[in-house]
C-alpha cells in the first residue's frame, strides 16, 4: 500500500513539474522591418534556452505577435506570450 501511494505521489508530482523542463525564452532581438505588399511587418528573433532560435513577427504596429516569419497564423498579443509559445515548441 505504501508503495502504490509513493508512486502514485511521484507521477503527480512529475506532471506538475513537466511544464518546468520546457524551454524559455532568453533574450528577443529586432532583426527588421520588411514590406510585405501593402503592409509592414518586424522581424525578431527569439533565442530560447535550448540554445534555438525562432522567428517572430509583429504585425499591426507591434499589436499582433505571431509566430514565424512573415506570418499571420498562430498570433497573440503579447510578445511575450508568443516567445513562450515558440520556444515550448522547439
Known sequence: MISVTRT?????????ALPAFA???ISIKFIEDVV???SIYSHYVVVCS???????????????WCEGK???????????KTARKVCEKS
Open 23 to 25: 524551454a524559455k525564452p
Open 36 to 38: 510585405a505588399g501593402d
Open 50 to 64: 535550448n540554445e534555438k532560435e525562432k522567428d517572430i513577427s509583429a504585425w499591426n504596429n507591434r499589436k499582433s
Open 70 to 80: 512573415g506570418s499571420k497564423s498562430r498570433c497573440k498579443k503579447k510578445q511575450l
Open 8 to 16: 502514485m505521489a511521484f507521477i503527480v508530482s512529475m506532471a506538475i
